[in-house]
Structure formats: structure tokens, C-alpha cells
């Protein structure tokens, strides 16, 4: 018995010794680290004993984890690390700076509404649909375009309208601004009462009224791009010449071109639009075609040659641009079929999707898939005249059969349906109900301008040679660049 007590005895004695030993050591570390520590919190935040010694059954281990973190130990180090007293809190807690705007410039994407915008942005629904409200007084949402920059200024929302203070805070709109088109700017604003309004402002933009001339070399279409004419400008200046030029045939390398039209530029200088174009001309084989544009009393706007005659005929000789004849009008050697066949239209080979113009004005007879021709349409224009156009890929969108359609107006786009090797238009020529030669017609001339308007249009041709001449004086080789 006396012996069992005394193994007791010595047992303590070892578990006590331990302790103290352990003990003494924590203590060392402790006093080692206050020693390279700096300022007195960090010491008293280490001397913090009530909270930091663990149960002695886990003081080792505890210890271990704690002050040589051990890699595979697993304890929280939020919960592991030392608490700091009120005091530390004052002295290492920076000052939370006031929350300031918070500016974002969002570009709109496919299938983005202005709502969806918004809403991603962090913006409440409610306040999303207010703003919305307040800005379509100037801008209608459905006209937002993609790739449109949207910017938004925000700031965090009040906080003690929020029942959890550990939630993130929502934003609030500040201001947005965007432009929907070169020539005006929109803006809304968030007013003291939380309130938005939204206005509309006008870009200054300076008018110019420029001259361009070169050479062409293998198309109008490149040689006005070359010399920096805007696409727009340079479409409707074949599309004005189209009555009486084949672009195929008439064209020669050494042709030169002109042309007089208004820019709109930015403040600095960028070319934000394009206005009217006044003046155009062609030199093909050393032969002057000149076309000057002219409103007339009735509020048209139309090209007259310089005797006053309207430039437009019944039907374009090109219903589509930048085309290349690929096939006359005649026989040959059918390209599928393998025997020869009388080619009764002419075909142009542009690419799949290029558009395709109604050659003058007139009603719809037939549209849809015609055997080989493909998806197709017929145009009746007068009781003499017609038109047909095949191989298409899709038709304008609202088009049937009894649609009247106007010259120059996109019916169909360019396909190869029906017997085709490529993509190309078949076009034809119908009189009396035959096929003619769509390259060989004779068609009549337009409007006469006579009397006053005849005068009026002599004053505007004087004009603007005058300042033909005054730019090429100025500027002998003139780009648009």
C-alpha cells in the first residue's frame, strides 16, 4: 500500500515537473518575443494569459500549434490568434476614409436591355426602373445599341436602411451619361430629394464642305476608299451614276473621279457624319459625266446633269454595287447542265448576303423558289416593262406578292439557290413579256427641269463650279483624310 502511494507520489511529481517545465519554456518564448516586438501593445498583447493558456492535458500540443505553427496543424487562425485589447483597437485601426464615387464605363452587350445593365451594376430594381423612367423623357432604351458605352457613376447606398450590418452595401445611381448618336449627348442626375432627371444636349459639330478628286484604277468603289471617302458617300454616288454607266464595261484604268459633299466634324476634327453630297462627276475614256444635286419645288431631292435633266430612268442598268458580270446576255456552254442554252438575263458576282436593289419602281408579281432559278422575284415596273432576279438567299423582310417597291430599294440579297456554281444575281430585262438585253436597252430620259426651277437650278451649278475651282486652286491633290 505504502508502496502504491509512494508510485503516486513520484508520478506527480513527474507530471508537475513537466508542467513547470513547459511552463517556464512558453514563458521564455513569451518574453523573447515582447523583446523584438514593437510598442507596448504588442507586448501586453502577448502577456494576455486569461485567454491564451490552454488545459494542462492540452498545454503541449496547444502550445506547439500556437507559437511554431506547425504545418499540419489544423486549429482556425482567427480563432488562434491573440485577442487585442481595447486600446491596440485606437492604435492599429486605420481611419475608414469617407466612401467616395465609384465611376464604371459599361459596354453594352448582345441581349443587354438597359434594365439588365443596371441590375449588374449593383443597383436596385426599384431605383433601376426609376432612372430608366426619368431618362426615357430623352432617350427611348430600346434604341441602346451594342457595343454602346454606358457610363455610370455610383455610391454606396445608406447602410442603416440595411436591418444586417455585416451584409454588403447596395449602390445607389449617381449619374449616367452616354451618346446615342455623334451629334447628341444624354445624362441623368440624381437629385438631393432622390429624385432622377434626364437631358438631352447637342455635340457642336463644324461643317465642311469638302472636295475630293483621284484616279481610278480598277473601281470607283476602291478608288474612293483609298482616298478616304466615307463608304456612305461613295455608295450613293454609284448608285446616282448607275442609270447610265456600266461599272463593268465603262470604266478604264486612267478614269478619274470628283466629287464636292458636306463633313461634319468634331472639335477635334474627327469626321463625325456625313451631309449632303453636292457634286459628282466622271471622266471615263476623256468623256465628262457630271451630276449635281438639286431639291425641287415639290420637296424632292434628285441628280441633274448640267442642262437640268434628271439623271433617273425607268430602270437601273446595275441593280447591285461592287458587282462584276460574271455572264452576258446569250448562249454558251450552261455551266451544270453541260450543253448550250440561251442566257436570257445577265449575272453579277458578288458575295453571299451583298444587297440587292428593285431597278425601278413597280409591284411585286412573284416571290419565292422558281425551279432553277432559285428563291426569285419578279417586279412589274409599266405595262411594257419588268424585271426578274434569282439565285437569292433570303428576301427583304416584309415583301409579297402585290408589295409596290421603290427604285433603289434593298428587295433581296445575293445567294446561290437553285442551279448555281456560285454566288451571283441573275438579272433580267422583260418587255412585252420576253427577256431583252439588260446592257443594250435604250431608256427613256427623266424629269426636265424648266422655268423658274430650270434658273434656280443654273444659280446652284454656277455655285458650286465656283467652288470647285476655289478648292482645286487651294488644294490641287485633295483627299478626305
Known amino acids: 500500500m505504502k508502496q502504491r502511494q509512494n508510485i503516486r507520489a513520484a508520478a506527480a511529481d513527474g507530471v508537475y515537473f513537466r508542467f513547470m517545465l513547459t511552463a517556464a519554456f512558453g514563458l521564455t518564448l513569451l518574453a523573447f518575443a515582447a523583446s523584438i516586438g514593437s510598442g507596448t501593445s504588442l507586448l501586453r498583447s502577448h502577456l494576455n494569459f486569461a485567454n491564451e493558456i490552454p488545459a494542462a492535458g492540452d498545454f503541449d500540443q496547444a502550445l506547439a500549434q500556437k507559437y511554431f505553427l506547425l504545418p499540419n496543424a489544423q486549429a482556425d487562425s482567427d480563432a488562434a490568434a491573440p485577442a487585442p485589447i481595447a486600446d491596440d483597437l485606437q492604435s492599429t485601426t486605420p481611419e475608414t476614409p469617407a466612401n467616395g464615387p465609384i465611376e464604371q464605363i459599361i459596354e453594352v452587350q448582345k441581349g443587354d436591355t438597359l434594365m439588365s445593365v443596371l441590375a449588374d451594376a449593383g443597383i436596385k430594381l426599384d431605383e433601376a426602373h426609376a432612372a430608366i423612367v426619368a431618362l426615357s423623357d ?3 432604351p430600346r434604341q441602346l445599341m451594342v457595343g454602346q458605352p454606358i457610363k455610370l457613376t455610383l455610391a454606396p447606398s445608406d447602410q442603416s436602411e440595411s436591418a444586417d450590418d455585416s451584409a454588403q452595401p447596395q449602390l445607389q445611381l449617381v449619374s449616367l451619361s452616354l451618346q446615342p448618336s455623334v451629334a447628341k449627348n444624354v445624362e441623368l442626375t440624381r437629385q438631393i430629394d432622390g429624385a432622377f432627371t434626364a437631358q438631352s444636349t447637342d455635340v457642336p459639330l463644324e461643317r465642311h464642305t469638302t472636295r475630293v478628286a483621284g484616279s481610278i484604277q480598277s473601281s470607283l468603289f476602291e478608288a474612293g476608299q483609298s482616298d478616304g471617302v466615307p463608304i456612305e458617300v461613295m455608295s450613293e454616288i454609284i448608285h446616282a451614276f448607275s442609270y ?3 461599272f463593268q464595261r465603262d470604266i478604264q484604268p486612267g478614269d478619274s473621279y470628283e466629287i464636292l459633299y458636306d463633313r461634319y466634324e468634331d472639335a477635334d476634327g474627327n469626321l463625325a457624319k456625313t451631309g449632303n453630297i453636292l457634286y ?11 451630276l ?11 441628280w441633274f446633269n448640267p442642262k437640268g435633266d434628271s439623271v433617273r430612268k425607268a430602270l437601273l442598268r446595275t441593280p447591285i454595287d461592287g458587282a462584276k458580270i460574271t455572264s452576258g446576255f446569250g448562249m454558251r456552254m450552261h455551266p451544270i447542265l453541260g450543253y448550250s442554252l440561251m442566257h436570257k438575263g445577265v449575272d453579277f458576282g458578288a458575295p453571299i448576303g451583298t444587297p440587292i436593289y428593285a431597278a425601278g419602281d413597280g409591284t411585286i ?7 432553277g432559278y432559285g428563291n426569285y422575284i419578279r417586279i412589274k415596273h409599266t405595262a411594257t416593262y419588268g424585271t426578274a432576279y434569282g439565285h437569292i438567299s433570303r428576301f427583304a423582310a416584309g415583301l409579297h ?4 417597291v421603290r427604285q433603289g430599294q434593298v428587295i433581296a440579297y445575293v445567294g446561290m439557290t437553285g442551279r448555281a456554281t456560285g454566288p451571283h444575281l441573275h438579272f433580267e430585262v422583260i418587255k412585252d413579256g420576253k427577256q ?12 426636265k427641269l424648266q422655268g423658274k426651277e430650270l434658273k434656280s437650278f443654273m444659280a446652284l451649278v454656277a455655285n458650286i463650279n465656283k467652288q470647285l475651282k476655289d478648292q482645286a486652286q ?8
Request: aromatic residues 6%; hydrophobic residues 35%.
Open 365 to 371: 408579281q412573284i416571290i419565292g423558289p422558281a425551279s
Open 138 to 140: 430623352v432617350f427611348s
Open 280 to 290: 459628282a462627276s466622271l471622266v471615263l475614256s476623256g468623256k465628262k459625266l457630271a
Open 292 to 302: 449635281y444635286r438639286f431639291a425641287t419645288s415639290d420637296g424632292r431631292t434628285e
Open 474 to 481: 487651294s488644294s490641287p491633290v485633295a483627299s478626305a483624310h
Open 244 to 246: 447610265d454607266v456600266d
Open 436 to 447: 431583252i438585253n439588260p446592257t443594250s436597252i435604250k431608256l427613256p430620259s427623266g424629269e
Open 401 to 404: 406578292v402585290g408589295s409596290r
